[in-house]
């Protein structure tokens, strides 16, 4: 065995690890933003609803990144490669997370029945209505909704924002998106109201 | 055999007192076919032997130890206890399940040598006894010690002790230190060969493991027992129980071949905890080391908390089991009263602890306050463990020196990186507790934030899962509290009886149940609280 110094390299590959984490959140996107929770053993998650029925009852998702460093090569890239690499396989990562997860919500939102198939037209403030009206949407303290995010490609983007002004600019937009807010609000004050013990 | 295990074991004879090998020793009796009648606890009932056994033949055998470490059996010492070898020959075994046996064996044991003078003494003893009681004193020093050791290790160490590392490790480590349950218990978990896939061992083999699982668990803890770590030495026998519970389940053992080890861990896990209480009882301070850090980080509160802890166990233990105390009731509930004003929660991992010091105190008080307490428990977890909050109380699976590790010394702070707000280990059990207690209008005023907090579990994929450290395989539980609810809902899940939910070990020994959860406390659930609130309110 050559010199080396094996358990202050561990603590070092594990700051290194730390980076990384912060770079696939960042490239996550929305996603990276969701918070996370710590599984400490077992294999498999189970989430139940406030109903009481199974949400979701599966393994562990392994998901993983590698590279490559030809045998050749080994002596002649140097730390800035190292990191460009380590920066790509991270982005890799990110990728493979957000795959999933938007695979994942589809086809819960698909099994629960809240799709909508927009067959093929471009976004509009019509579609995001029928959108808001499957949703369950919370209120802070103070009225205000407590809208959910929306995804889509960065091309999108300027068409989301001429669209979703309408609801300040089309009158009759505003009275339909103001009538389908009031219902989401009762619905809210129900289910805040079932918070309560009865009995 | 393994010259360095030779050493090792050597080594551990000659650094130990009486007490420390006196429950290795009843193990090494056990795998010689001894069954175990009495080992004394050395309080103010003593029976004058330490040790009684009846042998593979059913002979009477009693022992007295004396801790000869590192040194001789002397001519001096010999004459100072001559009374008690007088005692030991002549007297009758005075046991309720020993019949007034005429013929038994007594034997002196020392981890040390004797020296000559002291042999040809006991020889011209041996003559008198003879002739007056028909039996003589037999003798077992440091060489038929290490025989018995070797001769339970001689099969099992060099095939069967995998991470011969690991135990080096363990046995050289600082015994000032918190025992680092992790690695123990990975250790110990594979010397009983629960993180493999191994066929049902003969009834033979798991005897082996059983007994040679407790002299490996002694000698790994030796470090601890030098320093009188009594916490360390706590918890390494909580985690031999843990294994042995483990293994029984897994393989449907006998309880004939497992509760003899099982109840002598018990006993000193027991008298380890009445050692340290009365070690803490002779100046009554809360600092141990340096008084700095001990104040700067509160760190002498989290040791009153495990005080307490301690305190309640023995306490309910008297309580429960009968016979002489091994601390006065009254110094109990003196110390107890001591450490309660300092106690805090650092963690879900400190409420396994609350429970119990709320169980013991319902034992002694008859006023609301212990309820009162477990009131404040339930709404500072609820109030901290909020959606929105910034410093939730980490899971269980998080122990004190994880934090100091963590947040204090921020080696591998991982912690940063998740987000433990929203959910709770413990929640559920609390408001349930609180349900039976009939503290209405307090669950209703806290039901809506309640509502926002997911109740985490944990389910093992096989029973015997549960007693180790982490198991691989299980399904971790996200359940959101059911909304609408009613009190009667409520009040119905709260009165269900859970014993079926629990194992058969743990029903018949509360005392063990709690001890084990004080340790493991991530295993602590609903079922568990629930359970034991009803065991311990009959």
Same mark, same amino acid.
């Given at each position: 065995m050559l010199p080396d110094f094996y358990s202050l390299k561990k603590k070092l590959l594990y700051k290194v690890n730390k980076k990384l984490r912060v770079i696939v959140a960042k490239e996550s996107g929305f996603v990276g933003t969701i918070s996370k929770t710590q599984c400490f053993e077992g294999h498999r998650n189970k989430i139940i609803g406030s109903d009481g029925k199974v949400i979701q009852d599966q393994p562990f998702h392994e998901e993983t990144s590698t590279f490559q460093v030809p045998l050749p090569l080994m002596d002649k890239i140097g730390p800035n490669e190292i990191e460009q690499k380590l920066i790509e396989m991270a982005k890799d990562m990110a990728s493979s997370q957000k795959k999933y997860f938007f695979n994942t919500m589809n086809k819960l939102i698909d099994d629960a029945g809240n799709s909508i198939d927009a067959k093929g037209k471009k976004f509009s403030v019509e579609l995001f209505l029928k959108g808001l009206e499957t949703i369950e949407l919370d209120f802070n303290t103070d009225g205000t909704p407590h809208y959910p995010t929306l995804m889509m490609h960065p091309n999108m983007r300027q068409l989301a924002y001429e669209e979703l002004n309408k609801i300040e600019e089309d009158p009759e937009i505003k009275k339909k998106h103001d009538a389908i807010l009031q219902r989401k609000r009762s619905e809210w004050i129900i289910r805040e109201n079932n918070r309560k013990l009865v009995g | 055999m393994n010259g360095l295990l030779e050493k090792i074991i050597a080594n551990w004879l000659d650094s130990s007192s009486e007490r420390a090998y006196q429950v290795p020793f009843c193990f090494l009796l056990i795998a010689d076919g001894h069954r175990i009648i009495h080992s004394t *606890?050395?309080?103010?009932?003593?029976?004058?032997?330490d040790i009684i056994t009846t042998d593979s033949s059913g002979i009477v055998c009693a022992f007295q130890l004396k801790g000869n470490p590192g040194r001789n059996l002397t001519i001096s010492q010999w004459q100072s206890i001559n009374g008690q070898i007088q005692d030991l020959v002549a007297?009758?075994?005075?046991?309720? $399940?020993?019949?007034?046996?005429?013929k038994f064996r007594p034997f002196l044991v020392t981890n040390g040598q004797i020296e000559e003078d002291v042999c040809r003494a006991i020889g011209d003893y041996n003559k008198t006894f003879k002739k007056r009681y028909k039996r003589t004193l037999e003798v077992m020093c440091r060489g038929d010690l290490l025989e018995m050791a070797k001769r339970i290790s001689l099969t099992l160490?060099?095939?069967?002790?995998?991470?011969t590392f690991t135990f080096l490790q363990l046995f050289t480590?600082?015994?000032?230190?918190?025992?680092?349950k992790d690695k123990f218990s990975r250790f110990l978990e594979d010397v009983f060969f629960l993180n493999s896939t191994e066929k049902k061992p003969g009834i033979d083999l798991a005897k082996r493991r059983i007994t040679s699982g407790a002299l490996i668990c002694a000698l790994a803890l030796t470090p601890f027992t030098k320093e009188n770590n009594h916490s360390s030495v706590i918890s390494g026998w909580i985690t031999y129980i843990a294994c042995i519970s483990a293994f029984a389940t897994r393989w449907n053992? =006998?309880?004939?071949?497992y509760q003899p080890s099982l109840d002598l861990a018990k006993t000193s896990i027991l008298d380890a905890t009445s050692n340290m209480l009365l070690e803490f009882n002779e100046?009554?301070?809360?600092?141990?080391?340096?008084l700095i850090t001990d104040k700067l980080y509160q760190i002498d509160s989290v040791r009153a908390t495990y005080l307490c802890a301690y305190i309640s166990i023995l306490g309910l233990h008297q309580s429960l089991n009968g016979?002489?105390?091994?601390?006065n009731e009254d110094v109990l509930k003196n110390l107890f009263t001591l450490c309660f004003s300092k106690i805090t929660i650092w963690?879900?991992?400190a409420i396994p602890l609350h429970l119990i010091i709320f169980w013991y105190w319902k034992n002694i008080s008859a006023t609301q306050e212990p309820q009162t307490f477990l009131t404040n428990i339930f709404k500072t977890l609820v109030e901290t463990n909020l959606?929105?909050?910034?410093?939730p109380l980490l899971?269980?699976?998080?122990?004190a020196q994880d934090l100091i590790r963590e947040y204090?010394?921020?080696?591998?702070?991982?912690?940063?990186?998740?987000s433990f707000a929203?959910? $709770?280990?413990?929640l559920e059990a609390l408001l349930l507790l609180l349900v039976r207690y009939n503290w209405k209008q307090t669950v209703k005023m806290y039901w809506p934030d309640v509502t926002r907090i997911t109740f985490r579990s944990f389910e093992p994929?096989?029973?015997? *899962?549960?007693?180790?450290?982490?198991?691989?395989?299980g399904t971790n539980i996200h359940q959101v509290p059911?909304?609408?609810?009613?009190w009667e809902q409520l009040k119905e899940k709260a009165t269900k009886?859970? =014993? $079926?939910?629990? $194992?058969k070990i743990f029903i018949k020994n509360p005392v063990l149940f709690m001890i084990f959860i004080s340790s493991?406390?991530? *295993?602590?659930s609903t079922d568990t609280v629930l359970y034991l609130d009803d065991v311990l309110n009959k």
């Open positions: - | *606890r050395h309080n103010a009932l003593e029976l004058g032997k007297g009758d075994i005075p046991h309720p $399940s020993v019949k007034k046996a005429k160490w060099p095939s069967e002790l995998q991470d480590q600082n015994g000032k230190d918190p025992l680092d053992l =006998s309880e004939k071949i100046n009554k301070k809360f600092i141990e080391g340096d016979g002489p105390p091994l601390i963690g879900e991992s959606p929105d909050s910034k410093n899971p269980p699976y998080y122990e204090l010394l921020e080696e591998n702070s991982e912690i940063t990186d998740y929203g959910a $709770s280990y413990t994929k096989e029973k015997w *899962r549960y007693f180790l450290w982490r198991s691989e395989l059911i909304i609408p609810c009613s009886k859970y =014993s $079926s939910k629990i $194992s493991y406390s991530h *295993r602590i």
